[in-house]
């Protein structure tokens, strides 16, 4: 007689994928506002840490284009002979801007330095003492026509003086627009002069502004030539030389310069070279991301607490659903799976939108300030992912809660 085989009458409960994805769909739907409140701490949170890394992007990708521009394209010599010897004198020969020029990438360069007066020697708009505003702050500047060229200064009125006016010597002087203002210097059809102690200089021309050297705005240049005729040569160094230069040529023309200058001396000079820009790049740029990624982590922390807090809210309120299909046969971990499920799904939507929106916001703020916009594709990809793992962490308390109801006490409430 055979054995009968003992089976099992009762099947386990079996919650299939596709099970899984239309009750959460059902689930999300049957509230549609709530769930797109609980989306919304990640479309904010997403959206900030896309918006953060492409605005941090596109600022980098800015500031090494400025870079370039002007940082990489500037090289300054400082004058240092008086340290290698106490007869040096001034180091800078007097065609010195021709010599440099003459360097193949060198675009403009001119002599420097700060003209030393005597305390009566004030820059003033009138020869009588006292009178029209004395100016015992103003400085003077003594400056080869190369420098106004290489400072890329921009003319309010006048002009410039140009390489005859140096070698003539003559007493001509160039203002800022900061100078003017304090002399009363509105406009030069009345041929202005300025008194610089008791020698009076033709003012040609007002600067409104440069793009090197600001500090020109709020000073008197005048010839080289004629500096050195009245005051004479800086003994104790203070002389530099400015030098603009293409894209590229700063760092040859930096080695080049001081054999240029005095091949029997190139040791009396002291080059300064461009800054790095991938340096400064990389710097500005791990400054940046350090801190707009924190802002972007605390924006997702507090959309992972509004998710949670939604969720947890869902839970309550479906206590006798949860209570019902628990007694139909559903287990604890089906009902664990069902909310992270929703939790997840509300995530990956929102990380979503929020890439959307991050990405248009990078894009608009590019266009109005006339940027490049630059977004790492990496980020957009990434970005999803966030907000879905935002969801699955966010939703693991109230699936783990909903999971312990029972069901003869939630179909008690």
Request: charged fraction near 15%; hydrophobic fraction near 45%.
């Amino acid at each position: 007689m055979r054995r009968a085989r003992r089976t099992n009458p009762i099947r386990p409960s079996v919650f299939a994928w596709h099970d899984v994805l239309s009750e959460s769909l059902a689930g999300m739907l049957q509230r549609p506002g709530r769930s797109a409140l609980t989306a919304l701490g990640t479309v904010l949170g997403v959206g900030t840490f896309v918006a953060i890394l492409g605005l941090t992007a596109t600022t980098s990708s800015q500031i090494d284009t400025r870079f370039n521009a002007l940082s990489a394209t500037e090289v300054t010599i400082e004058d240092i002979g008086h340290e290698q010897s106490e007869f040096a004198g001034l180091a800078f020969p007097t065609d010195a801007d021709a010599r440099i020029e003459r360097l193949n990438g060198v675009e403009h360069a001119g002599v420097f330095w700060p003209v030393r007066l005597e305390a009566e020697e004030a820059v003033r708009s009138s020869a009588v003492v006292g009178g029209g505003g004395a100016q015992n702050t103003t400085d003077v500047v003594a400056a080869s026509p190369g420098v106004l060229a290489a400072a890329g200064a921009r003319l309010a009125e006048g002009r410039l003086y140009d390489a005859y006016a140096s070698d003539q010597a003559a007493p001509v002087a160039v203002i800022g627009t900061g100078v003017a203002d304090r002399l009363g210097i509105t406009t030069l059809e009345t041929n202005p002069a300025i008194f610089i102690g008791n020698r009076p200089f033709t003012v040609i021309g007002i600067v409104a502004g440069t793009e090197r050297k600001a500090d020109l705005l709020l000073s008197v240049v005048v010839p080289r030539s004629t500096a050195e005729r009245i005051w004479g040569t800086p003994t104790s160094g203070g002389a530099k030389m400015l030098v603009t230069t293409s894209l590229g040529a700063a760092p040859q023309i930096g080695h080049e310069a001081p054999t240029a200058l005095r091949p029997d001396h190139p040791e009396y000079f002291k080059v300064i070279p461009p800054p790095d820009p991938k340096t400064l790049r990389g710097q500005v740029g791990d400054d940046l991301n350090r801190l707009f990624l924190l802002l972007a982590a605390i924006c997702l922390v507090i959309g992972a607490v509004g998710i949670a807090n939604t969720t947890l809210v869902a839970v309550l309120e479906r206590t006798g659903e949860i209570g019902l299909r628990r007694a139909l046969g559903a287990r604890g971990r089906h009902i664990t799976v069902q909310f992270l499920a929703e939790s997840g799904a509300l995530g990956a939507l929102g990380g979503l939108v929020g890439t959307s929106l991050g990405v248009l916001t990078v894009v608009v703020v590019a266009v109005v300030r006339d940027w490049t916009p630059v977004v790492h594709p990496a980020t957009a990809a990434a970005a999803p992912a966030i907000g879905l793992a935002t969801g699955l962490v966010a939703g693991l308390y109230p699936a783990w809660r909903a999971a312990r109801i029972q069901p003869a006490e939630a179909l008690r409430r």
